[in-house]
């Protein structure tokens, strides 16, 4: 029987990557957004497999959370990881003297809220499902801003900087239940909520400057990670961050 996975916004950028690399390496996986179902286009390889599922479930809202956990129950599915990737950026920016608290509340309840309550209500289900001495995931991807400042997106790094702080919580309480919680602060990932296509401007020149490794990450550099931890390949970390950015977060003189 093939490993299911839930991704949230596992369908477009760095969470398509991330649903393609699993579903390559045989995992079975339920992807939830809040697009409908017909205005979203799988790559080929999706259809030719059907080894996942798409499910529009808006995880910020708790009767789309509620939804999808009737749906997982009713047809008695195992899950074995939670990844949560989905998230949002303002829209516009603007410099922390001048953003709404709409915007503030908007980007804490997508980024914050729904994947806590999320990470909640699965991590229930699969203690409740999960076989004797199995292990479980949830990895949750953060971002360096958690830690690294940007003054025309602060309520987006105040919702990181806590969702980090989430992993660890996470971390603590479940691994009496046999769980390994990851957090991954990705840098400036191509296509990326980091990345801006003003970027290509002067990528050069900021690759040279900012990431240690001379180049921008892509979201191969997260997707191989996660498809690691889920083969069992770090067996002894839970709740630290792993931070994927070329170095650019090294303190250099």
């Not at 697009?35 to 009767?63: G, M, W």
């Not at 914050?112 to 309550?117: K, N």
Request: hydrophobic letters at 40%; a neutral charge; glycine letters at 8%.
């Amino acid at each position: 029987m093939k490993k299911v996975v839930v991704i949230t916004g596992g369908a477009k950028g760095i969470g398509l990557e991330i649903s393609n690399k699993l579903i390559e390496n045989g995992y079975f996986i339920i992807i939830l957004g809040r697009r409908l179902e017909s205005e979203i286009q799988f790559p080929k390889e999706f259809e030719i497999n059907k080894n996942f599922k798409y499910v529009q479930c808006d995880i910020s809202k708790p009767q789309d959370r509620l939804r999808l956990i009737d749906y997982i129950k009713s047809k008695n599915i195992n899950i074995y990881s939670l990844i949560n990737n989905a998230s949002i950026g303002p829209n516009p920016r603007k410099d922390i003297l001048e953003c709404s608290e709409n915007s503030f509340n908007e980007i804490l309840s997508n980024n914050l809220v729904g994947p806590f309550f999320l990470t909640q209500e699965l991590a229930n289900y699969m203690i409740s499902t999960k076989l004797e001495d199995s292990l479980s995931y949830v990895i949750n991807i953060s971002s360096i801003s958690s830690f690294v400042v940007s003054n025309d997106r602060a309520e987006y790094c105040i919702s990181k900087a806590a969702f980090s702080m989430s992993s660890k919580l996470w971390a603590a309480k479940l691994g009496e239940y046999g769980f390994q919680v990851f957090d991954i602060q990705p840098g400036i990932i191509k296509k990326g909520l980091n990345y801006s296509e003003s970027f290509s401007e002067f990528d050069y020149k900021s690759e040279k400057e900012l990431s240690v490794m001379k180049r921008w990450g892509i979201s191969a550099d997260i997707s191989t990670l996660i498809n690691s931890i889920l083969n069992g390949g770090l067996p002894y970390i839970t709740g630290s961050p792993i931070i994927i950015d070329g170095g650019m977060h090294i303190k250099r003189l």
